[in-house]
């Protein structure tokens, strides 16, 4: 059983994607640690993550990476009373690099393993600054993988209230900046363009799904994009301006959905989590709306918003409470 009181030490290892990460936390919320060494460079000239690239990166990483986690944090191993790692989901051979690290380290310290689960990591990543929170809390998950909205009703207890129903908005971004020629990920650059642009020079689509009111669906969308492409002679010429209105469609609806989804469910705290979450123009959007609206927005680090080991180490401190370590024998 693992028991866990404010002195509780757990390793978190990631590398689910493109980010080999280890943290240290202590207790409820405290990093000790947070080192993450991001593979970006070596698959940006692909426009994409490349799984056996990513693999390969993870195997030369992991063990400077948690040799820094366990340095900064002033601790050393013999004071570590659980590893966690991402089990899934994510590349298999990545995380495969990183389970089985964890499950070494647990074995040579004789001390648990516990499987996380990454989707439920990056909701408590909103928690990393403060675990105090009063439940239930709306989070809204936005990565390059997912795109989800749910309903965080305590440690361990959660429901989908919605997701998309076909790319992440993290993926429309990355596949919108590769349409523009910006190198990847297109998130940030996409932002750091649509600064200078009119989010209304170009009228591109919201979906509205008539029988699920809080599913997203960003594939009409890129689409759009393509064909406004198609039709100008120098797209160049309106890069800021193509940038601004993709980014204003994708926030608008994200901002829009939760808001209704959160008057609709009775929630007042929402949470932004996800490598999206970075974008400074969704964040104020979101904020600003739910001010409006009476709720308040729980703010996630800005470090912590991308993939990071501390939110699986603080997802395994706070949702693992009493339940049995996993087995060395579970897989990813
Ligand atoms: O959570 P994350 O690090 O990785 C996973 O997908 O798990 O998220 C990466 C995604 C990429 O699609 C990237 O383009 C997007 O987050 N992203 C952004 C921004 N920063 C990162 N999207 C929009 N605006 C940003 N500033």
Same mark, same amino acid.
């Given at each position: 059983m693992?028991?866990?009181?404010? &002195?509780? =030490?757990?390793?978190?290892?990631? $590398?689910?994607?493109?980010e080999?990460?280890a943290a240290?936390v202590?207790?409820?919320?405290?990093?000790? /640690?947070?080192?993450v060494?991001?593979?970006?460079e070596?698959?940006?000239r692909?426009?994409?993550?490349?799984?056996? @690239?990513?693999s %390969?990166?993870? +195997?030369?990483a992991m063990? !400077?990476v948690?040799?820094?986690?366990?340095?900064?944090?002033?601790?050393?191993?013999e %004071? @570590?009373d659980?590893v966690a790692?991402?089990?899934?989901p994510g590349? =298999?051979?990545a995380?495969?690099?990183g389970?089985?690290t964890?499950?070494?380290?647990a074995?040579a310290?004789?001390?648990?393993? @516990?499987? =996380?689960n990454?989707?439920?990591?990056h909701?408590?990543?909103a928690?990393?600054d403060?675990p105090h929170v009063?439940f239930?809390?709306? +989070?809204?998950?936005v990565?390059?993988?997912?795109?989800l909205l749910v309903n965080?009703? /305590?440690h361990?207890?959660y $429901?989908?209230?919605?997701?998309?129903i076909?790319? &992440?908005a993290?993926?429309?971004? #990355?596949?919108?900046g590769?349409m523009?020629k910006?190198?990847? !990920?297109?998130? !940030?650059?996409?932002?750091?363009?649509a600064?200078?642009?009119?989010p209304?020079s170009?009228?591109f689509?919201? &979906?509205?799904?008539k029988?699920?009111p809080?599913?997203?669906s960003? /594939?009409?969308?890129?689409t759009a994009?393509?064909?406004q492409l198609?039709k100008?002679?120098d797209?160049?010429?309106?890069?800021? #301006?193509?940038?601004?209105s993709?980014?204003?469609? +994708? @926030?608008?609806?994200?901002v829009?959905?939760?808001?209704?989804? &959160?008057?609709q469910?009775?929630?007042?705290?929402?949470a932004l989590?996800?490598?999206?979450?970075?974008?400074r123009a969704?964040?104020?959007a979101?904020?600003?709306a739910a001010?409006n609206?009476?709720m308040?927005v729980?703010p996630?680090? !800005?470090?912590?918003?991308t993939?990071?080991a501390?939110?699986i180490a603080?997802?395994?401190l706070?949702a693992s409470e009493?339940?049995?370590s996993?087995?060395l024998e579970i897989?990813i």
């Amino acid at each position: 059983m693992i028991r866990v009181d404010e &002195a509780t =030490v757990v390793l978190g290892i990631e $590398s689910s994607c493109d980010e080999t990460a280890a943290a240290v936390v202590m207790g409820g919320n405290d990093v000790l /640690s947070s080192v993450v060494a991001t593979q970006i460079e070596q698959h940006a000239r692909f426009g994409g993550v490349v799984p056996e @690239i990513a693999s %390969r990166a993870h +195997v030369e990483a992991m063990t !400077p990476v948690i040799r820094k986690a366990i340095q900064d944090s002033g601790v050393g191993f013999e %004071r @570590i009373d659980a590893v966690a790692a991402t089990v899934g989901p994510g590349l =298999v051979g990545a995380l495969l690099v990183g389970v089985s690290t964890a499950k070494s380290i647990a074995l040579a310290l004789n001390k648990p393993f @516990i499987g =996380v689960n990454h989707l439920e990591a990056h909701l408590y990543a909103a928690l990393l600054d403060d675990p105090h929170v009063e439940f239930p809390m709306l +989070v809204v998950l936005v990565s390059g993988g997912n795109t989800l909205l749910v309903n965080m009703e /305590s440690h361990g207890k959660y $429901s989908i209230v919605g997701q998309t129903i076909d790319d &992440a908005a993290g993926e429309a971004f #990355d596949k919108v900046g590769r349409m523009l020629k910006l190198p990847y !990920p297109g998130g !940030p650059e996409i932002e750091k363009h649509a600064r200078e642009g009119n989010p209304k020079s170009f009228i591109f689509p919201r &979906a509205h799904l008539k029988d699920a009111p809080f599913d997203f669906s960003f /594939s009409g969308l890129k689409t759009a994009v393509l064909y406004q492409l198609q039709k100008l002679d120098d797209p160049q010429a309106h890069l800021a #301006d193509l940038c601004a209105s993709f980014q204003d469609a +994708v @926030i608008d609806a994200l901002v829009k959905k939760t808001i209704k989804a &959160a008057l609709q469910t009775g929630h007042t705290l929402i949470a932004l989590s996800g490598g999206v979450a970075c974008n400074r123009a969704l964040q104020e959007a979101l904020t600003c709306a739910a001010q409006n609206a009476g709720m308040k927005v729980q703010p996630t680090p !800005p470090a912590l918003t991308t993939d990071n080991a501390g939110m699986i180490a603080l997802a395994a401190l706070l949702a693992s409470e009493n339940r049995p370590s996993d087995s060395l024998e579970i897989g990813i």
